[in-house]
């Protein structure tokens, strides 16, 4: 076993999510500090007032200036922190790895300058370009209304200012997210400018650089369209939603009471791992922020039961995977998934809610299987913290969960309203927390001789001070963690620009009709493949968008076309769920590295390993598109819209059945069910999981109907299952 390296896990953590310069220069850092802190502000002002506000000079206003805000002019805003941000806290090259220029400016330094430490230095150009990627962006603000008046035609010296703007964001876009994306929205310029020159269904007339800059920097088509209006208006929400959380302690509460509700079971702590990610996964839209936060604990606590360090490490990985389709905090594409087609976010949350659900059980069966397999100890009962006890000792933290869940789901009120109302109670708690703690802590104190009135309210007063500081950092480290996202949105917008401006999205129709000759199984396996392949190099979201713009469109109309009525949520969704599968899709996938890092294990292995574990999730797209009821709906409307299943009763059946069928898909593929399965068995338990998940491909061999194949299917498993206990009871090296 390798050394394990949670500096290394934390360092890949900060490269992704927030940049890994921490600079030590006390102006630096102060400005570096004040954007984030102002940018964070700026968002919660703006969700005070989501449809505009004017400000006019003569109140507190100087020079005349009159200072509007609505949607396109707040994604100037958005654009600009970002940018800032970007050039200021992620480094041009690694530091160990200095690019051709940084060497050659070293060389031309005088020899008894002093270089800066790596990753606390800010060089001037940085500086140059995070000023001018703000200028650029907010010059839409500025002026905006002569843009308006114009009808979104450029003017010469616009077009150099777009040309420019995009090439900022492409190079903010490698710096934060790496190579890949940046260099598939420039090909997709280049498709732009040179489609005229193109042969055949390539060929179009878009390739005017005037309309081409119209398109991506003064209209809501692509730089400045969905997806950053998307991560403006709620995203930022609710990533500062999940810091302010995870700052408060609840994150901490989570793997505590998933450890003390699993710790005694068989493979506690790998259980524990899958309970405590999937409840992070609800607060947090991060794969890789979920592995370090929850695997710092999990991952040595399973390794030291018994799990292979590989496989303790792709055990979290997949869990963590996994977190970000679990609702309702969905990460940034499930709310560009809700803009695109113009429907409510709840309705993703209750589409996504069985899927993301019956995943994570079937992990906790699968997690299970290993430990039988491996023969693995319980944690022994000294060792565990009473579960109730825990439960209540931090339950304070459930309430923001609880408001954001009853107004977004019982009170049907908008995501952004939501949201709001969960951050605004979140943090009363965290200004309340330390001192009503000290309080109860001093309380008792006070009836105590020597202990004077004076020392409670000093020890109150600073206890709100250090809750005032959560506060203060928390709307910190939710800005930073924006950071990736803002900059991926803005740069998929351009891809989203080139597809509508160019029509592609009809010309991949045609392309992948002809590739799949018209079969819609071959169109969803080479869907699901390519978005894989994509994924390990491009962030979720990004991902999303892409594949959404191309290859949802496509999924729609060919299953249309062979019969087959595919709600446009269901193919969105579809796509969405193979993005992420890329974040343990090996070589790549960096969820993969973190957990490979905190374990000591090989990352490939652990790649290798998480992706198998996470296979029962590749096969849950194809199953709810070809079984709809699974995304509780019970078909379309003659306008496309999902029909909702009304009836309780039978969502409860789907979910059962739906869970009976992810645990025989998992025992096959495992090889182990109640006891080690021969050939046969295994076999029979992927039918099983076919008969559950699509009944009616039985209703044709059997005289019954799709739920009667469901009851019988049912009987089967139950049968075989106790046949193996049975069976391996009777053995005489697994008696008691």
């Known amino acids: 076993m390798e050394k394990s390296d949670l500096s290394s896990a934390t360092r890949l953590l ?28 700026f968002q919660l002002f703006y969700a005070q ?27 100037s805003w958005h654009l600009a922190f970002a940018l800032a941000l970007v050039y ?43 000023a001018s990627g703000a200028s650029l962006s907010l010059y839409i603000w500025w002026n905006y209304d002569d843009i308006i008046l114009r009808g979104g035609l450029p003017e010469t010296y616009e077009i150099w200012l777009g040309l420019a703007l995009v090439a900022v964001l492409l190079e903010a876009a490698r710096r934060c997210i790496g190579p890949a994306l940046p260099v598939i929205a420039a090909v997709f310029l280049f498709y732009n400018v040179a489609g005229s020159y193109l042969p055949g269904f390539l060929r179009h007339s878009a390739g005017n650089l005037t309309l081409i800059i119209s398109s991506q920097f003064v209209s809501t088509d692509g730089v400045f369209g969905v997806p950053l209006k998307v991560s403006c208006e709620f995203v930022f929400l609710f990533v500062l939603f999940g810091a302010f959380l995870e700052k408060a302690g609840a994150g901490k509460y989570f793997i505590d009471i998933a450890y003390s509700l699993t710790g005694r079971f068989r493979g506690g702590p790998a259980k524990a791992a899958v309970v405590a990610s999937g409840l992070n996964g609800m607060i947090s839209g991060s794969s890789i922020a979920n592995t370090v936060t929850t695997g710092t604990f999990t991952i040595p606590l399973m390794i030291k039961v018994g799990l292979p360090d590989y496989k303790a490490a792709a055990i979290e990985v997949a869990a963590s995977t996994n977190g970000q389709l679990m609702p309702p905090i969905m990460g940034a594409a499930a709310f560009i998934m809700a803009e695109t087609l113009g429907i409510p976010y709840i309705d993703v949350v209750r589409a996504a809610f069985i899927p993301a659900v019956v995943s994570y059980i079937a992990l906790v069966f699968v997690v299970h299987i290993e430990a039988m397999k491996l023969g693995l100890k319980r944690v022994p009962a000294s060792e565990l913290v009473p579960f109730f006890s825990t439960f209540f000792k931090g339950i304070h933290y459930l309430l923001p969960v609880f408001v954001l869940l009853v107004y977004l789901i019982v009170l049907r009120r908008s995501a952004l309203a939501s949201c709001m109302l969960a951050l605004e109670t979140v943090i009363v708690l965290m200004a309340l927390q330390r001192p009503v703690l000290a309080w109860i802590r001093f309380g008792a104190a006070r009836r105590r ?107 729609v109309k060919l299953g249309a076309d062979a019969g087959l009525v595919f709600p446009a949520l269901a193919a969105h969704l579809f796509v969405f769920y193979f993005g992420i599968l890329a974040d343990d899709t090996p070589p790549v996938g960096l969820a993969a590295y973190a957990a490979a890092a905190i374990a000591g294990s090989d990352p490939i292995k ?42 309780g009763f039978k969502v409860l059946w789907v979910f059962f059945v739906s869970i009976l069928a992810m645990f025989s898909f998992a025992a096959a593929l495992q090889g182990y069910f109640a006891d080690h399965c021969s050939w046969a068995e295994r076999i029979l338990l992927m039918v099983l999981c076919l008969a559950l998940f699509r009944p009616a491909l039985a209703t ?24 193996q206990r049975v069976r391996r009871s009777r053995r005489p090296d697994t008696a008691g």
């Open 14 to 41: 900060t490269r992704v999510e927030t940049g890994p310069r921490s600079p030590r220069n006390r102006v630096a850092a102060g400005i570096v500090t004040g954007l984030c802190l102002v940018w964070s502000l």
């Open 49 to 75: 007032s989501p449809f505009g506000f004017q400000l006019r000079s003569g109140s507190f206003l100087p020079f005349g200036i009159n200072f509007s805000l609505d949607s396109f002019r707040a994604r």
């Open 700 to 723: 044709g061999w059997v005289p019954l109907g799709r739920t009667g194949v469901q009851i019988t299917a049912a009987a089967v498993y139950m049968t075989l299952f106790w046949a």
């Open 606 to 647: 652990t790649g290798v390993q998480g992706f198998i574990y996470d296979l029962r999730t590749a096969i849950l797209p194809f199953v709810f598109l070809l079984n709809i009821e699974l995304l509780m709906m019970g078909g379309v409307d003659a306008n496309g819209a999902p029909i909702w299943i009304d009836s």
């Open 449 to 555: 001789p020597g202990v004077a009135d004076a020392d409670v309210i000093a020890a109150l007063k600073s206890a709100a001070l250090e809750g005032l500081k959560d506060i203060w950092q928390s709307l910190i480290t939710g800005a930073r963690n924006m950071i990736s996202v803002g900059i991926a949105t803005a740069t998929a917008g351009i891809i989203v620009g080139v597809v509508v401006s160019t029509g592609l999205s009809g010309r991949f129709i045609n392309v992948i009709d002809t590739l799949s000759m018209g079969n819609i199984y071959a169109v969803l396996i080479l869907t699901a493949l390519t978005g894989m392949f994509l994924g390990m190099g491009l962030p979720t979201t990004a991902n999303y968008i892409m594949m959404a713009s191309l290859t949802a469109p496509v999924i």
């Open 88 to 130: 200021l806290t992620y480094p041009a090259f690694k530091p160990h790895a200095p690019g051709f220029w940084v060497r050659w400016f070293r060389k031309i330094l005088p020899a008894s300058t002093p270089k800066p430490a790596a990753g606390h230095h800010i060089p001037f150009y940085d500086w140059i370009l995070a």
